[in-house]
């Protein structure tokens, strides 16, 4: 292996040699100082597409691995009082990350269509994005309407949703390790829209940007950017949960143990 890549632990070390064209891969991403941006509550929702979850502590030991990676920031946020959320910001916390944390907003989305004209996209248009919504016939605001006021007519005029975004501080650290510290490699974990500016005035600065993420999970605005974007499910049995690393990956490891 490249001197660039120094296994933490043994396991890592056993994966290594058998996914080497992704260790590869990632030692030429890794090829200068980087810092890693890791938007958590963005990162979680994946698991949805690639059927499974990230270990952090795993992913920490993964990333510690490379000599060229200083810092990895880790945002998320926090709902004051309860024991999962605030469990991930301790987990993190405890593994090294750099958390930056706030309390998540409950916000209450008004769904009350009583007045309101039944053909009035008022409503709706607080849902449903604009280029879309003007591609509705009247016969569809008017059906979505009635659902609406069918809830309504049941006692509910309001969804919950809850809403702590990241984008300005990761920008603003972004930015700052550009100014200040030296970073060369940006590594982004997010498939936002809302990074595409950030990520092109870094491009602009002669900066590498690679954005880790899984298709699918990613905003067109940035795929426009031209930026380097890496599968993470290539390094799925280095950073996903114990269970759930892959035969292939476990029969590796078993007959790692099996020579000592």
């Known amino acids: 292996m490249d001197k660039m890549f120094k296994p933490k632990t043994e396991k890592i070390s056993v994966l ?31 698991s949805e597409k690639l059927g499974w979850r990230i270990d952090l502590e795993r992913l920490k ?37 750099i958390v ?10 008004l769904i009350d269509v009583s007045g309101i004209p039944n053909d009035s996209p008022a409503i709706l248009q607080n849902f449903i994005k604009k280029p879309l ?10 059906f979505l309407n009635n659902k609406l006021a069918e809830l309504n007519r049941g006692g509910v005029k309001f969804v919950e949703q809850w809403k702590c975004n990241f ?8 930015y700052l390790d550009f100014e200040r510290n030296g970073v060369q490699n940006f590594i982004l974990w997010s498939g936002d829209s809302d990074f595409a500016d950030p990520i092109e005035q870094l491009l602009q600065d002669k900066k ?13 605005e940035l ?5 380097l974007i890496f599968e993470i499910w290539k390094i799925k049995d280095f950073i996903c949960w114990q269970r ?17």
């Open 167 to 174: 984008d300005v501080e990761m920008g603003r650290d972004m």
């Open 16 to 46: 290594a040699s058998v996914y080497s064209e992704a260790i590869k891969q990632l030692n030429g991403i890794f090829d200068k100082p980087s810092n890693v941006y890791i938007d958590f509550a963005n990162v979680i929702h994946w």
């Open 61 to 97: 030991q993964f990333l510690d691995s490379f000599d060229t990676i200083n810092n990895v920031r880790f945002y998320n946020g926090t709902v004051p009082g309860d024991q999962f959320s605030e469990g991930i910001i301790k987990q993190a916390e405890k593994n090294g990350y």
């Open 208 to 220: 590498q940007v690679v954005i880790f993420a899984t298709s699918g999970r990613i905003a067109p």
């Open 244 to 260: 759930e690393i892959s035969d292939k990956g476990k029969l590796a490891i078993k007959n790692a143990k099996g020579t000592h």
């Open 100 to 109: 930056k944390t706030k309390p998540i907003k409950k916000m209450h989305l």
């Open 223 to 227: 795929n426009a950017t031209g930026v």
């Open 133 to 142: 919504l003007k591609k509705l016939d009247i016969e569809t605001i008017e």
